[in-house]
């Protein structure tokens, strides 16, 4: 219903994979798991309003995978009866939050690393999820091509940067000047290709952002 981006990043050698945000239509995220036979070896979520964790309970349970979010918004995680009255949506069961994300966290997954970014502003405990350009096995298929090409870098950003704007500050928990702080001290801080997959509408890049959005100009 709110349009939220749910992101299942696998590993096609070993079929690891990675599911953020699991907002709402659980079945299709499993339907899509099943598909390309992935097997899900952890739930991360970039921050705990309704919409990035409605469908939590159902992919956790047929997953088994754990759970990892940032420890700043389990209070906002807590809520989740009065967030969904808000909306008008049935109260999500809760799960068990297995491990918390903290700034400079590595996560893997087969092949794949992705490094958390602390990034407060649209809610306490927002993080975005980092994945370099120069993983280790990219880089050695690169050179096996001789290419001298690189793959760009990837951002999951949750609310915190969209095409063309930033997160809403005036839910509870957040704060235009943190999230100002998270996005030029951090986000803006990553290279210009670094393609941005955001936690609602379309994908951009840091560069289209830096230049165009207008809560960045100037940076
Ligand atoms: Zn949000
Ligand atoms: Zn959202």
């Known amino acids: ?22 907002g709402d239509d659980a079945e299709r995220i499993l339907e899509v798991i099943h598909r390309h036979k992935l097997h899900v070896s952890a739930i991360l979520i ?15 349970e047929a997953t088994g995978a754990p759970v990892r979010m ?17 909306i008008g949506w049935k109260p999500p069961e809760k799960v068990e939050v297995s491990e918390f994300l903290r700034e400079g966290d590595a996560v893997r997954w087969g092949r794949f690393e992705a490094q958390v970014l602390h990034t407060p502003g649209h809610s306490k405990g927002s993080v975005c999820l980092y994945m370099p350009s120069d993983m280790p096995d990219t880089r050695a298929a690169a050179i096996a091509a001789k290419s001298t ?13 969209f095409a063309g704007s930033i997160g809403r500050t005036d839910l509870w928990g957040g704060s235009f000047d943190s ?3 998270s996005l030029r001290g951090k986000v803006l801080e990553l290279p210009d290709d670094t393609i ?11 560069g289209n952002e830096r230049e165009s959005n207008p809560f960045l100009a100037g940076n």
């Open 196 to 206: 941005v997959y955001p936690g609602h509408g379309p994908t951009t890049t840091i």
């Open 149 to 161: 090409e690189r793959e760009p870098g990837r951002l999951f950003a949750g609310d915190t940067l």
């Open 70 to 86: 940032h420890a700043d918004d389990l209070e906002l995680y807590r809520m989740l009866d009065a967030q969904a009255a808000w």
């Open 1 to 22: 219903m709110l349009q939220c981006n749910c992101h299942i990043v696998g590993d096609p050698k070993t079929r690891d994979a990675l599911v953020i945000d699991p």
């Open 179 to 181: 999230i100002m702080r």
């Open 46 to 60: 970039t921050h705990t309003h309704i919409d990035h964790v409605g469908g939590l309970r159902r992919i956790q």
